[in-house]
C-alpha cells in the first residue's frame, strides 16, 4: 500500500519559511519523480516544483523563493518556502509521478498539508 504523508504546513507571516516535508512508503522512490502541488480556495491545483531524475521544474510564480530537494535513501521529498507571499496561502500536495509518452502521470497523492501566509 502506497502512503504519501505530508507534514510542516502551518501559519506563517510574509517574508517568513516553512519546510515542507513529505514520507513516502510502498513504492520505489527512487523509480519516481517527485512534485509538489498547491491548491488555493477556489483556483485550480497546480504544480510548484518537480524533481525528477535529471530535471527539476519550478513554476515562475515560485522561482528563486522555494527549492525543491529529494533524498532517496529517506524516501522523503522536501519543499523549502522562502520569502512566503499571502498568494503562496493554498493547501500543498505532494505526489509521485512518471513520465507516460509525453506526458506526465501522478500515481499517487498525499493527504495535503496547509499553509497560510498572513499579511
Known amino acids: 500500500q502506497v502512503q504519501l504523508v505530508e507534514s510542516g504546513g502551518g501559519l506563517v507571516q510574509a517574508g517568513g519559511s516553512l519546510r515542507l516535508s513529505c514520507a513516502a512508503s510502498?513504492?520505489?522512490?527512487?523509480?519516481?519523480?517527485m512534485g509538489w502541488f498547491r491548491q488555493a480556495p477556489g483556483k485550480d491545483r497546480e504544480l510548484v516544483a518537480r524533481?525528477?531524475?535529471?530535471?527539476?521544474y519550478y513554476a515562475d510564480s515560485v522561482k528563486g523563493r522555494f527549492t525543491i530537494s529529494k533524498d532517496n535513501a529517506k524516501n522523503t521529498v522536501y519543499l523549502q518556502m522562502n520569502s512566503l507571499k499571502p498568494e503562496d496561502t493554498a493547501v500543498y500536495y505532494c505526489?509521485?509521478?512518471?513520465?507516460?509518452?509525453?506526458?506526465?502521470?501522478?500515481?499517487?497523492w498525499g493527504q495535503g498539508t496547509q499553509v497560510t501566509v498572513s499579511s
Open positions: 505526489a509521485a509521478g512518471r513520465v507516460i509518452g509525453n506526458n506526465w502521470a501522478y500515481d499517487y
Open positions: 510502498g513504492l520505489t522512490f527512487s523509480s519516481y519523480a
Open positions: 524533481r525528477g531524475s535529471f530535471s527539476t
